[in-house]
């Protein structure tokens, strides 16, 4: 996975922590929620580039890239 495609994925967790935390201090239940799904979009994206990888690795393996 790209550095870009990880890059994306933190920026969109640290966004939802700070929508969270201004929500939670603002008292705007609906503007923590936003932050929430943030960080879970966030926390997809990184599982993404997890799942990508390893299979890049596996197919790296088949193809006998790495020998």
Request: glycine share 10%.
């Given at each position: 996975m790209s ?47 997890d799942v ?16």
């Open positions: 550095i870009e495609d990880r890059f994306d994925a933190r920026k969109d967790d640290l966004k939802g922590k700070a929508k969270e935390g201004y929500g939670k201090v603002a008292d705007d239940e609906s503007t923590e929620a936003e932050g929430k799904f943030d960080q879970m979009k966030g926390d997809l994206k990184e599982g993404l580039a990508k990888d390893k299979m890049n690795d596996m197919k790296d393996k088949l193809t006998d890239k790495d020998n």
